[in-house]
């Protein structure tokens, strides 16, 4: 790891591109442990419930588990993988895109998942990030997002499944001020990702 020094890199690009390298060995099976956020989510949502997943990948396994049961907007800034997220489940909208450069509706979602995403986008957006989620979302709803324990401004990873990768994030006590300030009560953190705390926030009404 590298603090980042560059101020002409784009590091957005630096993610997609990424992505788009690693898109064939990159093991879904890493974010096999966040399925039991997709079981708790399902008990507190009806059927056809309106989901948007932030960073959904290639869709495996947790994009498709989602869209078992809800209606499912994936978003993900690497077009290799919302390529493969496409092939691997039919019956779900995607869009190739850096999420913030999107906007939706007023309550257009139920749920918004944004599981090991956040991390990858520079920490200056993401206040503004969480405001325009609590925005997509109905009163109420639910945000499922993996954050990170330490801050650190910004810094590249020089190999990531043979690929750099830029890392950008602030404390897990940053934000839970900063998902505060910004609409969300806290429901309930969980330590199941060593390095990526998942945190089950729901609006306040």
């Known amino acids: 790891m590298k603090p980042t020094v560059d ?27 966040l399925l039991s956020a997709i079981k708790w989510l399902k008990n507190k949502l009806p ?13 495996l396994p947790l994009t498709r588990e989602l869209a078992k049961r809800f ?15 496409r092939d691997h489940i039919r019956h779900a909208e995607f ?10 509706p007023v309550a257009s979602f139920e749920a918004v998942v944004a599981f090991q995403v956040i991390v990858h986008i520079p920490r200056g957006e ?5 405001r325009a989620i609590s925005r997509w979302l109905t009163p109420g709803g639910y945000l499922l997002v993996t954050l990170a324990r330490e801050s650190q ?21 940053e934000y839970r001020a900063l998902l505060t300030e910004t ?4 429901v309930d953190i969980q330590y199941e990702q060593t390095d990526f705390p998942l945190a089950l926030c729901k609006t306040t009404v």
């Not at 869009?95 to 939706?104: A, R």
């Not at 401004?153 to 006590?173: N, V």
């Open 7 to 33: 101020p002409v890199l784009d590091y957005k690009r630096l993610v997609a591109e990424g992505y788009n390298f690693c898109a064939e060995i990159y093991e879904p099976s890493s974010r096999q442990p």
């Open 47 to 59: 059927n056809r419930a309106r989901v948007l997943d932030i960073g959904c990948g290639n869709g």
């Open 71 to 85: 209606a499912v907007t994936g978003v993900d800034i690497s077009f290799e993988q919302i390529r493969r997220a």
């Open 95 to 104: 869009f190739h895109s850096d999420i913030m450069g999107l906007d939706f």
């Open 126 to 130: 993401h206040e503004r990030l969480f």
């Open 153 to 173: 401004e910004g810094y590249l990873q020089s190999d990531f499944f043979g690929t750099p990768m830029f890392w950008s994030h602030y404390s897990l006590p």
């Open 183 to 186: 609409g969300f009560d806290i």
